[in-house]
């Protein structure tokens, strides 16, 4: 069945380490996106990507990268975790850039 | 720059009243807007947009121009409606890309 996964859902990590967030689609879709929500907030779009080797920087600054080796695979990488980067961050895709985008569970890091 | 703004972050109604979910936007052209919704446990999904002009779960929104508005509106709230709800500007470019507003959480009691 086609979706968009995440992985981890959870993650509890100390200061300086490095993580990387997966996310994975199953759609057939191009267009991928990083977004990063604090609790009752609105989405701000840190990364996103037109396709195989292309990645841009959204619209906040952040401090993660992103890279796009395969089409269907699009982690995000922090070199080293601080508490400032605790937050949840939603990975979706789309067919266009103008088409409905489909959302991934979500993964909540803690930083301590 | 584009810009979306919900002025509520909350909304109890109750059971069987009617709701309606403001967003109103700033964009000089003429863009697409979008509600999203997110019901607990779940993840963020589409609701509806403008260039459907559907009803979805008896969910409707009319774009506005003049006021540059695209309110959610259902005239009988139910207790499933109860969930997180954003609305989403894109603008007119091809590689346009999707802006949020901070949402509204919207809570139907019995």
């Known amino acids: 069945e086609a979706d968009i996964y995440q992985t981890p859902r959870y993650l509890v990590i100390g200061t300086g380490k490095k993580i990387t967030l997966e996310c994975s689609q199953t759609m057939g879709h191009d267009k991928m996106y990083w977004y990063q929500q604090d609790p009752g907030m609105e989405l701000h779009l840190i990364h996103y990507?037109?396709?195989?080797?292309?990645?841009e920087k959204g619209d906040l600054s952040s401090e993660s990268t992103v890279s796009r080796i395969r089409t269907e695979h699009f982690p995000l990488t922090l070199e080293s975790a601080r508490p400032s980067h605790t937050s949840q961050y939603l990975c979706a895709s789309s067919r266009q850039m103008k088409e409905t985008q489909y959302f991934g569970p979500g993964t909540r890091l803690l930083v301590l | 720059a584009q810009r979306v703004t919900q002025p509520e972050k909350l909304l109890s109604v109750f059971k069987g009243a009617p709701v309606e979910l403001k967003c109103n936007y700033s964009y000089s052209g003429s863009p697409e807007l979008f509600w999203y919704v997110q019901y607990s446990r779940q993840r963020l999904q589409l609701l509806l947009r403008?260039?459907s002009r559907e009803s979805i779960k008896g969910f409707t929104a009319d774009l506005n121009k003049g006021e540059t508005s695209f309110h959610l509106k259902k005239p009988f709230a139910q207790e499933e409606d109860s969930a997180m709800y954003y609305c989403a500007l894109n603008g007119t470019g091809a590689n346009s890309k999707l802006t949020f507003g901070k949402g509204i959480t919207l809570s139907v009691r019995p």
């Open positions: 990507s037109y396709g195989v080797n292309s990645t």
């Open positions: 403008h260039i």
